[in-house]
Structures are given as C-alpha cells and as structure tokens.
C-alpha cells in the first residue's frame, strides 16, 4: 500500500497517516511516497500514483486548510478516514538561541506561533516553507537558522529542541484526512460496524435569496442530525460568493442520512459528497 | 482624523482607507499611522491612538482573514463602515527577471497568487512580510528580490513591474473593515439613510445538539433577512468547538433586526454585536 503525504520524512501528514494505518489493521504495511505540497499529494491520488493521501484539513487554532479544501472540491476524490494528531511544534536549530536570525517552517505552523514569534522573535526574518519537515531539513545547514517542526523531527535531522510547546494555545490538534480516488476500489476491509460515521459535502446554493442556507440545515434538523461542521468558501467567482463545507454525523449507507441529501440536491445549484467514513475519537 | 492601516505607504489597508475616507467626505483630512500587522491596529484602535483603524477580513480567493477574525472576537471595537477594494497583485522587482532569487509579500499574497508561483517560481525561496508595501521595501535592497505588491507600490519605491496582474483568479477584490473603539464616539456625520445596511455579529452555541445552527438561522429565515456570510472559526478550546460569523443585510436600527437578535440572545451561549454599517456596493 502506497500513500501519499508531505514531505520529507517526519512531518505531521506522515505521524497521521501512520496512526491511520495502525488503526486499520493493515497487513500492508504503508510505503510512504513524499510531496512537496498538498496539491502534488491530491495530483497523485488522482493519478492513481498512490492508494492513498493524507492530507491536513483542519487545525483547532488556525482553523481551516483553505488549499485542501480547494482541492476537494476540484478533485475526483473520496474521503475513507479521519485522523486527529495532537501538534506540538517546538523551535528546533543546530545553533543556540542568540545565533537565530531566521525562523523557517509552514505557514499553518508561523499561525499557530503568532504570539509566541511576536514576544519573543519581532525581528527575525520569517521563511515558509512547504512543510514544518521540509523547514527541519533546511535548519541543518546554518546555525542561524531555526525551525518550527515537531519533536520528531528534531531526533530525525539531529536538531536541538530550543524551545518545546510554543504554540499560542495548549489545545493544538489537527485533523487530517485519508483520500483515495473515486474511481479506484478499496483494498481495505471494511469497518466494524460499531463506530460512529461521519459523511463531509459541498454545497452551492442558489445565491441572494433569504433563508437558502436555512432551508439546507432544516433538512439535516429535522432528521435531527447533527452537524459537526459549517465552514464557507469563496466560490472564486465573485466576493461574497461562497461554497459551504458541511460535515455531519452518519454514513450514506443510513436510510436518514440517505434521503435527507435526496432532498438536499433538488434545493442546491450543486452537491458533491465527499464520502462516508469513520470518526475519529 | 488619524487612521490606522497596514504599513509602510502603499499596502491595499491604505489604499481601502483612502477610498472610505473619499466617501465618507470626510472635511478632515484622514492622517495615517502605519503599523507592522493586523494585531498592532486593532491594539492603536482600542488604546484610542487612532480614531479609526482598517482592517482586512476577507478576500474573494482565498477567504477570511483568521487574525482579523480573531481579533474582531477579542477586542472592544465597533465596525462602522466596510470597504471594497480590487487588488491587482504584481511582480515588482529592482532586477530583472532572471536575478529573481527570493520573493518576499503577505502571506495571503502569496497564497493568492500560488498556482502562479508553483508554475514559474517553483525552487524561488518564499520569504512573507507583514504587508505587501512591506515586501516592495525590502525588495529594494537587492536585484534578486523580488516582491509580490501593488502597482502603486511599484511607483512609490521605484521597482519595475516584472509581471503584472499574477494572481491566479482574475476577479481578486478584497473587503476592508473600517473600525474604531466601542468607547470612543464617533465624530462623523451620520450617512445618508438610503444606504442599505449590513450588521456583523459573533455567536457562541450550545454546542453538540442537533439543530443548534438551524434554530439560529430560522430567526433569520421566518423575519426574511437575507445572511450575506456565515463563516464558522475555531473557539480555541477544543477541535471541532466553533464561534460563528455572521453577517446579514440591515441596521441594528430596524426593529426587525433589533428582535431577531433579541430573540437570538436568547438561544444562544454568547452574542457579540459589531455593529452596524453601509454595505459598499
């Protein structure tokens, strides 16, 4: 089984994808292949390069992953999992602490370290950076560089932790999601029936019209379902023009969930279910 | 009348302010005072060492602008007016295009130009700055920066303009927030009253009921006011907790707003009332 994340090795779409494997059960074990960014991880699944692709989606501080969630919506994909990993980014360096002149590491991670790099680090010179592995790799090389990445990533390029845990708030998860190809068939048995089910949409509505939105969450009141997300985006046709991300608890293969996006797809412009899958506890 | 904007001369937050200030017709000529990021002037509009700051929230590619959403939610502020401005980022540089080692701009620049950047700067090392003007600044120093910014700013720093309109959706319009303390009285004459209205509030819900969001949105519906965003951001206290943003058509001065939000504090955990301002069409 190949899947496909971020690169290089130890980076958080790596941790996830393997605590996803561990708790599949899979015989296979997972051969990792390492994209330089999401876009490139999406093209693989798409291309049927990889079984597989995980990909961050949503973070409990910065929120959400705008370019994944462009690249649900463009993409032919599937969502088979969910995967939640704690995050704590350290400030990592082969130099001391009065070497740094610049800060690397992805721009989700700079985010997350808004007040901790503004207390501590007003003037150094911030660089982003694929992934917070990627910014690892290239602290190697200077003293007067450090990296914001994880504590792996530390033992793995032989950086010393300047710094743990300086997030902005302790609280810091991100949920990834495990993607294959909508046209490709799963290798994975099926789960046990026991687990609770989310199902992830996207809806275009018919714009300007009072309660439009209303009348898309009536269905799902209704059947008194739950929704575990609402999140807009712009549609990138005209501003204020949005699309809306909405994850909700159920599977399609349940006669409620079932008939309530029946319903749903004679009130919306259009709707694309991104799939069923287990939640993450 | 001293605003508060993004610094240094140049960033589209002037720009915005100088386009409010043009409408409003203001007799009091607007004084800047630059600052290095967004928290900065939210913290000059709440200390009252501005009158006014402007704030961008939300850009037509690449969505909401999460610090000012943050702090929006922090700060004791009042929105009084919002402002539209289009953006055309360019490639401005002293050097010529093949010196260009190092691209330097605001992260959301940078994020809106990415399918253009990944094209023909794929190995270019991306460096962000704390506003665009910022980046044409620096881009001065030397022939192998560049910086991603407005074509004023060109002009204003003296760099060519390498690559004109590079963001990777034609129609890029960015609004702007002009807000000032919750404290502070207003000093400008009252608009016109056939502006239509819009009003911006922050929700906190009871959270992990079916229905919670559907039963907010109903207020809206059954009165027929018209949502003109919802748009959901972490609480910061857990994964999947959420604050919503939303925006809707009308003044807190109409009696129907004024008990829809009646009713609506009702029914939830925690409201925020922005404020009231004309929609800029």
């Known amino acids: 089984m190949i899947v496909g994340v971020l690169g290089p090795a130890g980076s958080y779409s790596e941790k996830a994808a393997k605590k996803w494997a561990k708790k599949m059960e899979h015989t296979d074990v997972p051969v990792f292949n390492y994209y330089e960014d999401i876009t490139d991880t999406f093209s693989a699944v ?34 088979t999992s969910e995967i939640v990993v704690p995050i704590e980014h350290c400030l990592l360096s082969k130099g001391s602490l009065s070497d740094i002149k610049i800060i690397l590491s992805h ?29 690892a ?11 914001i990445a994880s504590r792996s990533s530390a033992e793995m390029y032989g950086l010393k932790i300047l710094i743990p845990n300086i997030q902005d708030h302790n609280e ?13 068939t799963s290798n994975i ?6 687990h609770l089910y989310k199902t992830s949409i ?13 009348e898309i969450l009536e269905e799902f009141a209704k059947k008194e379902i739950n929704l575990t997300k ?37 009130k919306v412009k259009m709707l694309k279910n991104l799939g069923s899958y287990p939640k993450d506890n």
Chains 1, 2 share one sequence.
């Open 46 to 79: 798409v291309n049927k390069t990889v079984d597989y692709g995980v990909v961050p989606v949503e973070n409990s501080i910065e929120g959400s992953v705008g370019i994944t969630l462009d690249q649900l919506f463009e993409n032919e994909i599937t969502i």
């Open 107 to 135: 721009p989700q991670a700079l985010a997350q370290c808004r007040n901790f790099l503004k207390t501590h680090f007003k003037n150094t010179e911030l660089r982003t950076t694929g992934s917070t592995s990627h910014a």
């Open 137 to 147: 790799t290239l602290a190697t090389e200077f003293d007067e560089m450090a990296a």
């Open 172 to 184: 810091n998860y991100t949920r990834f999601l495990v993607i294959k190809s909508k046209y490709k």
């Open 189 to 194: 048995k099926s789960i046990p029936t026991e």
């Open 202 to 214: 996207i809806v275009y509505l018919d714009q300007n019209r009072p309660g439009a939105l209303y």
């Open 230 to 266: 609402i999140e807009s985006r712009p549609s990138k046709k005209a501003l204020g023009d949005y699309l809306f991300y909405i994850d909700f608890e159920g599977s399609i293969q349940d006669e409620t969930i079932k008939s309530a996006l029946d319903n749903l797809g004679r």
